[in-house]
């Protein structure tokens, strides 16, 4: 089962190989965001990623909008969708609404294939010299 920490560590490297600037724990204010990924190293985020393995999904919520109304940024929720599905649900018919068609939600086993794949494609491609 992956920790908090390893579904980080995979959203930066795949955000690195699609050839962002990744970082962990981005400050937003006197908050910070789990992973975001970024076009240049001065922009904003491009995407915003909150990932969720326990604790408060009211709170992730909460970030992920105001990266939304703040620099337009496409949030994502990452965790067990079936373990916050539903107060999920709760929350984006209620004082989360603005997100509810922007938000996406990736399961930690999507989360966990796609690195997998990237990072074949990766080595694939160093092993033929095409990066």
């Known amino acids: 089962m992956p920790t908090h920490g390893d579904l980080q560590r995979m959203l930066v490297e795949i955000g690195q190989i699609q050839k962002f600037v990744a970082e962990p724990e981005f400050r937003m204010g006197t908050q910070k965001l789990d992973v975001v990924w970024r076009k240049m190293v001065l922009s904003v985020p491009t995407y915003a990623f909150e990932v969720q393995v326990g604790g408060d999904v009211f709170h ?25 599905d539903v107060k999920a649900e ?6 989360f609404h603005e997100i509810k068609t922007e938000l996406k939600i990736i399961d930690v086993s999507d989360l966990n294939r796609l690195h997998e794949l990237k990072r074949e494609v990766r080595e694939t491609e160093e092993k033929l010299y095409l990066v």
């Open 90 to 95: 709760q929350l984006l018919a209620g004082p």
């Open 60 to 84: 992730a919520l909460g970030k992920l909008k105001h990266a939304h109304d703040l620099w337009n940024s496409r949030v994502f929720l990452v965790g067990h969708s079936d373990q916050f």
